[in-house]
């Protein structure tokens, strides 16, 4: 049985189901399993033939232990089958060049990275729910820096039993993926931007997450929070699945022998989706480096060349705004796990980053960190001459993250002379960042995105992706705007709290007075009880007096030696009281 326990506290042991319901510990640690498993050599054979879905089951069986083949056979189905992906494959691979291997991970619903994984974790939740006999409503905080929030939304929307509030910078994400979350369908979603950065959500969440008196008035009203982030382990562990499952395609197709290692180039913020390939290479994928990609919000850069993590720095909006991020979560479960599962020094320097805003490593760990790592930054200016130049030399259209991850890959050749083929990371269709996608080809706009797209496609001869055109003359539900301290209450008002907790206050009454009333009427029962045996016990002492009269009254009367005759009087009949 596989078991998780926290990034600060690892004595605390669950299963699966009851860390992917919880989503983060109470203590703000993240949950991680007590061991990674290995692929066989055996298995690996079996995977090269295997589709994308058979995959997904072999490699998730081996985490979730505590779910059943078929519960996770039904989990995958539902995810990745009935044609939800653009491609067969889920996840394609598509060769630049020589080295460079492009792994499209945007054919879902929404056009993102994020669908990999959210459209599988609410299948997860609700058979967590299920597991762990769960009567409560699931509500699901979400912060965004673009994409994971729409990804959450659609993947959550209508999910019996969860709620979904999902928290984005209201300056910090692009015009489309804007749109894509204030046009959501569903009865159970809420969509809100903020006054400040994704950080600022972020640490938004966060604090809700840990606050015990607002969980507890959460809990009273009949809800319990959980994540969507890769905070979340059930939100990180499907990630593991594309990049193995890429492998293996790289291997079918002839491009790679199998053994052969390969590097990988992650265009990264919150850094899970490069953790991912981190727990891939621990389970076998022959890995030789892992380049971390940032834009000019390279606070990873610094800390892969430094060991100081520092994000007192200035903050970028940039045009890669799924990056923009100086607070990286999932770098603290990199860092337990190189430690030797320290959480006592987990939890130092992770109270040093939440007090001062740095840390820095001891030098052992920092070289661990430089020994599998290489980081690189691309600024926007760049990002629009890569997305230029790939575009001008192949053929092929890249977004602006792509566009990030290329660009360092061959900073990276630059500085090391590395050619090791490479599978970089695509995280996004390149429609849904298409203003800056076309002003990097030469053809600036001020139309509406809707329209770019059309611009787009007839530029780059790419099909415009069927969810984003069905966006054209969808209602805007949500326009909210709010302080990053006035989140809480954003939640209360979403979920009607006052209202819920009014109604539970109302139920508490009606059973005390139910309980009161069942106790007096069950005191009456029990004095009718007690009072008929008194009545018949003194019905009988009555028999037994009338029969002693009726007997004196048989005698003659005896005369008294001095006075007059005594005078008998008959015994007064005692009345039943509970006639």
Aim: charged share 25%; aromatic share 8%; net charge neutral.
């Amino acid at each position: 049985m596989m078991y998780y326990r926290s990034t600060r506290n690892a004595g605390l042991k669950m299963k699966s189901a009851e860390a992917i319901k919880k989503g983060l510990s109470e203590e703000g640690g993240l949950f991680v399993p007590c061991e990674i498993p290995v692929l066989t050599d055996t298995e690996w054979k079996k995977m090269i033939d295997m589709p994308y879905i058979e995959r997904a089951n072999l490699i998730l069986r081996k985490y979730l232990t505590d779910f059943t083949a078929k519960e996770i056979a039904a989990c995958t189905e539902a995810a990745y089958g009935g044609n939800k992906f653009s491609s067969d494959k889920v996840a394609p691979v598509v060769k630049l060049n020589n080295n460079q291997y492009i792994l499209e991970l945007w054919h879902g619903p929404t056009c993102a990275f994020k669908d990999m994984a959210l459209q599988i974790l609410p299948h997860f939740m609700t058979a967590a729910m299920k597991k762990t006999g769960e009567d409560k409503t699931v509500v699901i905080l979400v912060a965004t820096s673009g994409d994971t929030g729409k990804a959450a939304l659609e993947g959550f929307k209508d999910v019996a039993g969860t709620r979904i509030i999902v928290f984005y910078p209201g300056e910090g994400v692009s015009d489309m993926q804007k749109l894509q979350m204030m046009t959501q369908e569903g009865a159970n979603v809420f969509v809100s931007g903020i006054y400040g950065n994704f950080d600022d959500a972020q640490s938004g969440v966060k604090a809700i997450f840990t606050n015990e008196a607002e969980n507890a008035e959460l809990e009273k009203a009949g809800y319990i929070l959980s994540s969507a982030n890769s905070i979340n382990w059930g939100r990180l562990v499907p990630q593991i699945v594309y990049y193995i499952s890429a492998y293996c395609d790289m291997v079918h197709s002839g491009e790679l022998t199998m053994g052969e290692k390969i590097n990988v180039c992650v265009p990264t913020g919150n850094f899970g989706n490069i953790l991912a390939a981190y727990y891939a290479r621990k389970m076998g994928l022959p890995v030789h480096k892992l380049i971390c990609a940032s834009n000019q919000n390279n606070v990873l850069t610094d800390f892969i060349h430094t060991g100081e993590y520092n994000r007192n720095r200035d903050f970028y909006a940039s045009v890669s705004p799924s990056m923009d991020i100086l607070i990286s979560s999932n770098l603290e479960r990199l860092l337990f796990d190189i430690s030797g599962c320290d959480d006592k020094r987990i939890t130092t320097l992770m109270n040093k980053l939440n007090k001062s805003g740095s840390y820095q490593l001891p030098k052992t760990l920092h070289k661990k960190v430089t020994d599998l790592f290489w980081g690189g930054f691309c600024d926007d200016y760049f990002t629009k001459v890569r997305i230029w130049k790939t575009f001008t030399e192949t053929g092929y259209t890249l977004d602006t993250h792509t566009a990030v991850a290329v660009d360092v890959y061959e900073q990276y050749v630059n500085e090391t002379g590395d050619y090791t083929k490479t599978l970089i990371a695509s995280t996004a269709s390149p429609y849904k960042f298409n203003r800056v996608v076309l002003s990097a080809l030469g053809e600036d706009s001020d139309e509406d995105d809707l329209t770019l797209t059309e611009r787009l496609r007839d530029k780059c001869h790419m099909e415009i992706p069927a969810s984003l055109s069905a966006l054209r003359g969808k209602e805007r539900r949500f326009t909210t705007v709010a302080a990053k301290e006035d989140m809480y209450s954003v939640i209360r008002d979403f979920l009607q709290v006052e209202e819920q907790l009014a109604s539970v206050e109302k139920k508490e009454a009606e059973n005390k007075g139910k309980v009161q009333k069942e106790s007096v009427k069950k005191g009456v029962s029990a004095a009718k009880s007690t009072g008929k045996k008194e009545a018949a016990s003194k019905a009988e002492e009555m028999v037994i007096g009338k029969s002693a009269v009726a007997k004196a009254e048989k005698k003659p009367v005896r005369r008294q030696t001095v006075g007059a005759q005594a005078e008998t009087k008959p015994m007064a009949e005692k009345k039943d009281i509970n006639k």
